[in-house]
Structures are given as structure tokens and as C-alpha cells.
């Protein structure tokens, strides 16, 4: 039997949803992890939005892939045959789009063999990812559906589930890096409405793969970008930028409510179809499969790594993690927070009021997990653990030797000649993320 394959992807979302025991009413994809395997340790490659999507979708880390800022900011991915879907179309896959891309310019390169709002017109995600899971299909297909939400739009979330009421802010606990203030829970309160949005559109696609007697072939792959467009979560390398959300669903062992604590990274989903579907790896992948530990393993990795190059300015830095220690080092000698790779919001202007951008960032800097989970206390200077970060720092540097990384020869990742770039001292960006919706493939919703 053929494996359908859907890749589901939302925006800036991380880990905050009702799965990972967050108070965000998100029941459909609550249901799909008690259908699927959900993993407790996934991670991007980059927590930034065209490079995380390009890495996923090549099966490489974004330097390797060339993706190095955003697709609306002027960046293209180099190589865009690397991209799953010509693998799979020459596999006999047909390849569909609904909704959002963010990492080629010319949607017509990416190897999909329908766009379908092109077809079908202005429409939403959900509605035409129902529209072709209800067609009759004679071959296996990847369906990638691609929603804005939870991403910022305006000065905020700009979303509330139609027909519902608002959630109350005073009911609500800001994200970990927070404090408890009036601000920070009306922000997360417009977060919680996005994050509802979501998941009532996904609800509309998981139940059409099952209305449509699709379940026993289908593989449903639920996941986002990477964090929270909050200040220091989204564009940053520790687990509140990097974590994100991983529910798979399907055949093959990925079913029964199973929970996985091992690491995985995003570059791990290529390799992962490969093996399902029964076809050789492309050369140039850089993941592996996580099948092993659906079959029992406790771990197919011993590290994971990240990057962050570009988002609204350069911002060079490279993240290793292992279960017990995170090590990210910064590569342009910073001394300040790079201020306008944050996106606007109601917690953004409350910590520039209390002079976030006085607050200054170490050039190294190590995290112990185990008793320092949300990344506060670095470590890097401390006498005592100076044989881990010489460790951490041998771990990182083979890697980036390993990869060919563009900072390893003291070099930077250039960007085109058609990149946007904020300054790095403007304390008030204007991040205006998506300056054209329809370039990117993304149907109004």
C-alpha cells in the first residue's frame, strides 16, 4: 500500500499547545497526539522562518541548504531541487501546495505538480487541502499545507476563533521566559485565540483524511517553524526559539498515543519518508531516521545543532545540545541584544520600557539542563565547568568543520543583493514580516 504523506505546518508556535501541557485549548491536535507518536524533544535547525522551513524541507542544516534569511526579505533558496517534493515526484508522487510557503521566491521551481490556489483561487489552507483530500487518487501524493497562523500580524495575533468569545487575559499565564504582568497576559491571551484558530483549521484537514477512508495510508505530520514571536524565543538559539512541536500520525508503528523523549531535529522528517516509503536517501541529507525510535530506541542522536544567520539583521550564531548541556556561541562580538530580530508585540515594547536593550548578551554562553531548564544561568564563565565547555565548544566546531559552515574560515553567509536588513541599533524595526502574502503562495484566511 502507497504512503500518503501530509506535511501540516503552522507559524511560530513552538511548543505551546495542549499536547505539551500548556493551558491552550487546542483539541484536534490534543487528538492527533493521542492517535500518533508525539515527541517531547523536537527541535528545528533554525528559529527562523524561511531558513527553519528550507532545512526541513531539504533535510539540511539552513548554512548547508544556502538559506540564510527570509524568503520576503530578498533571500531564495540556491538549490531549490533539493527540495522533498522533486524527490518524491520522481518517486510517482503527485505534490500539492495549500497555503503558505516561505522559501522559494517562484513557487513554479519547487517541485510541486499543483498549487492549489492557482486552481482554485483565493481560498483558505484548510479549504483546499479538504477540497483535494476529497478528489479520487490514483497515485501517493505529499500534501503541504501551510497556515500564518500563530504568526504576528499588525502590532499582535490578530485572531479569534469565529463564533467565540475572546480569551480572558486575566485567566492566563504568560510564556516561561515572562514575567506575570498585565501586558505579557494580554499578549499571551492573543496568542492562545491564534493558537485556537490553528488548531480549528487543522480539525478540518485531520477530519477529512479520515472522512475520506484515508487513515490506514495517510502519514500526517503536524509540526511548526519554530518558537513563539516573543522577545528571546523566536530568533534565539536556547530550547524556547528552538523547541517546537512534533506529532506524527500513520502506519508503520506511528499510531497509540506514544510519547518519544529521544532528540530529534527537523532534518531527521527527509530521511525519516525515505525509509517509509522505500526509496535511497539523496545525497545530500544530513538527518536520520527517526524510525528507530518508534521501534523502541531511546536515542538516534547524541546532539543537535542550530544556527541563526539573518532574520531583520545579521546575528551569526551557532547552538549544540545534548540532553544535559545546550552551548551557543555568538559570532559578530556583540554586546547588546540585535533588537529587530524581535517581532513587534505588547511584550516587545514592555521589555524595551524596562531597557531590554541595556541588557547584554555573552559571546558564549552554557546551559545545564538539568537544573537550569529555561537557559537563565551561563555557566561559560564559571571555573568549574570549564572541561564541559571545552567539550561543547569541540562538538560545535567539528560540526561546523563537518558542514563546510561559511564561519568556520572567519568568513559570514553573504546575503543577496536583494536582501532587506534592518539596522541593528534601531530599537523600533518596522518588522513588517509579510509585506506580500500572495508571492509567497499564501491564500486569505
Given at each position: 500500500?502507497s504512503?500518503?504523506?501530509i506535511?501540516?505546518?503552522?507559524?511560530?508556535?513552538?511548543?505551546?499547545?495542549?499536547?505539551?501541557?500548556?493551558?491552550?485549548?487546542?483539541?484536534?491536535?490534543?487528538?492527533l497526539?493521542?492517535?500518533?507518536?508525539?515527541?517531547?524533544?523536537?527541535?528545528c535547525a533554525?528559529?527562523?522562518?524561511?531558513?527553519?522551513r528550507?532545512?526541513?524541507?531539504?533535510g539540511?542544516?539552513a548554512h548547508?541548504?544556502?538559506m540564510?534569511?527570509?524568503?520576503?526579505?530578498?533571500?531564495?533558496?540556491?538549490?531549490?531541487?533539493?527540495?522533498?517534493m522533486?524527490?518524491?515526484?520522481?518517486?510517482?508522487?503527485?505534490t500539492?501546495?495549500?497555503?503558505?510557503?516561505?522559501?522559494?521566491?517562484?513557487?513554479?521551481?519547487?517541485?510541486?505538480?499543483r498549487?492549489?490556489s492557482?486552481?482554485?483561487?483565493?481560498?483558505?489552507?484548510?479549504?483546499?487541502?479538504?477540497?483535494?483530500?476529497?478528489?479520487?487518487?490514483?497515485?501517493?501524493?505529499?500534501l503541504?499545507?501551510?497556515?500564518?497562523?500563530t504568526?504576528r500580524?499588525?502590532?499582535?495575533?490578530?485572531?479569534?476563533?469565529?463564533?467565540?468569545?475572546?480569551?480572558?487575559?486575566?485567566?492566563v499565564?504568560?510564556?516561561?521566559?515572562f514575567l506575570?504582568?498585565?501586558?505579557?497576559?494580554q499578549?499571551?491571551?492573543?496568542?492562545i485565540?491564534?493558537?485556537?484558530?490553528?488548531?480549528?483549521?487543522?480539525?478540518?484537514?485531520?477530519?477529512?483524511?479520515?472522512?475520506?477512508?484515508l487513515?490506514?495510508?495517510?502519514?500526517?505530520?503536524?509540526?511548526?517553524?519554530h518558537?513563539?514571536?516573543?522577545?528571546?524565543?523566536k530568533?534565539?538559539?536556547?530550547?524556547?526559539?528552538?523547541?517546537?512541536?512534533?506529532?506524527v500520525?500513520?502506519?508503520?508503528?506511528?499510531?497509540?498515543?506514544?510519547?518519544?523523549?529521544?532528540?530529534?531535529?527537523?532534518?531527521?522528517?527527509?530521511?525519516?519518508i525515505?525509509?517509509?516509503i522505500?526509496i535511497?536517501?539523496?545525497?545530500w541529507?544530513?538527518?536520520?531516521?527517526?524510525?528507530?525510535?518508534?521501534?523502541?530506541?531511546?536515542?538516534?542522536?547524541q546532539e543537535?545543532?542550530?544556527?541563526?544567520?539573518?532574520?531583520?539583521?545579521?546575528?551569526?550564531?551557532?547552538?549544540?545540545?545534548?540532553?544535559r548541556w545546550?552551548?551557543?556561541?555568538?559570532y559578530?562580538q556583540?554586546?547588546?541584544l540585535?533588537?529587530p530580530?524581535?517581532?513587534?508585540?505588547?511584550?516587545?515594547?514592555y521589555?524595551?520600557?524596562?531597557?531590554?536593550?541595556?541588557?547584554?548578551?555573552?559571546?558564549?554562553?552554557?546551559?545545564?539542563l538539568?537544573?537550569?531548564p529555561?537557559?537563565?544561568?551561563?555557566?561559560?564563565y564559571?571555573?568549574q565547568?570549564?572541561?564541559?565547555l571545552?567539550?561543547?565548544?569541540?562538538?560545535?566546531?567539528?560540526w561546523?568543520?563537518?558542514?563546510?559552515d561559511?564561519?568556520?574560515?572567519?568568513?559570514?553567509m553573504?546575503?543577496?543583493?536583494?536582501?532587506?536588513?534592518?539596522?541593528?541599533?534601531?530599537?523600533?524595526?518596522?518588522?513588517?514580516?509579510?509585506?506580500a502574502?500572495?508571492?509567497?503562495?499564501?491564500?486569505?484566511?
Open positions: 500500500m504512503l500518503n504523506i506535511y501540516i505546518h503552522s507559524h511560530d508556535t513552538g511548543k505551546y499547545t495542549q499536547p505539551y501541557g500548556h493551558a491552550i485549548p487546542t483539541p484536534n491536535i490534543q487528538k497526539a493521542e492517535e500518533g507518536v508525539l515527541f517531547r524533544q523536537a527541535f533554525n528559529p527562523t522562518c524561511s531558513p527553519s528550507a532545512s526541513l524541507l531539504t539540511q542544516w548547508s541548504c544556502g540564510g534569511g527570509l524568503a520576503n526579505r530578498g533571500w531564495s533558496l540556491p538549490f531549490p531541487g533539493h527540495l522533498i522533486h524527490t518524491l515526484k520522481q518517486a510517482g508522487y503527485v500539492a501546495m495549500a497555503g503558505f510557503q516561505h522559501v522559494v521566491k517562484d513557487v513554479s521551481t519547487a517541485g510541486y505538480t498549487v492549489l492557482q486552481e482554485k483561487g483565493k481560498a483558505g489552507a484548510e479549504e483546499h487541502a479538504v477540497a483535494f483530500l476529497s478528489e479520487k487518487h490514483d497515485q501517493p501524493f505529499f503541504d499545507v501551510g497556515f500564518g497562523e504568526h500580524r499588525g502590532a499582535g495575533f490578530d485572531n479569534q476563533p469565529a463564533g467565540e468569545e475572546k480569551t480572558d487575559p486575566r485567566y499565564k504568560p510564556p516561561a521566559p506575570d504582568t498585565p501586558d505579557t497576559r499578549d499571551m491571551a492573543e496568542y485565540d491564534a493558537a485556537r484558530t490553528l488548531d480549528y483549521k487543522m480539525g478540518q484537514v485531520f477530519e477529512a483524511v479520515d472522512r475520506n477512508g487513515t490506514d495510508n495517510t502519514m500526517i505530520i503536524c509540526t511548526t517553524d518558537g513563539l514571536a516573543f522577545p528571546n524565543m530568533c534565539h538559539l536556547t530550547d524556547h526559539g528552538i523547541g517546537v512541536m512534533l506529532i500520525r500513520g502506519p508503520n508503528d506511528f499510531k497509540g498515543g506514544k510519547v518519544i523523549d529521544g532528540m530529534v531535529s527537523q532534518v531527521d522528517l527527509f530521511p525519516t525515505c525509509e517509509l522505500d535511497e536517501n539523496p545525497s541529507l544530513q538527518g536520520t531516521s527517526i524510525v528507530p525510535l518508534i521501534h523502541g530506541e531511546e536515542e538516534i542522536r543537535i545543532f542550530a544556527e541563526v544567520n539573518y532574520h531583520c539583521c545579521y546575528e551569526p550564531q551557532r547552538a549544540v545540545r545534548t540532553k545546550k552551548y551557543i556561541r555568538r559578530d556583540a554586546t547588546t540585535a533588537m530580530n524581535c517581532d513587534e508585540g505588547i511584550s516587545k515594547t521589555m524595551i520600557e524596562h531597557n531590554w536593550h541595556q541588557k547584554p548578551v555573552e559571546s558564549e554562553r552554557l546551559y545545564d538539568v537544573y537550569d529555561g537557559e537563565t544561568n551561563n555557566l561559560a564559571d571555573n565547568h570549564q572541561e564541559t571545552e567539550e561543547m565548544r569541540h562538538k560545535l566546531d567539528l561546523r568543520q563537518e558542514t563546510e561559511p564561519l568556520w574560515e572567519n568568513s559570514i553573504m546575503p543577496p543583493e536583494t536582501a532587506v536588513l534592518n539596522d541593528p541599533n534601531d530599537l523600533s524595526p518596522n518588522d513588517k514580516q509579510y509585506p502574502w500572495d508571492m509567497m503562495g499564501i491564500e486569505s484566511s
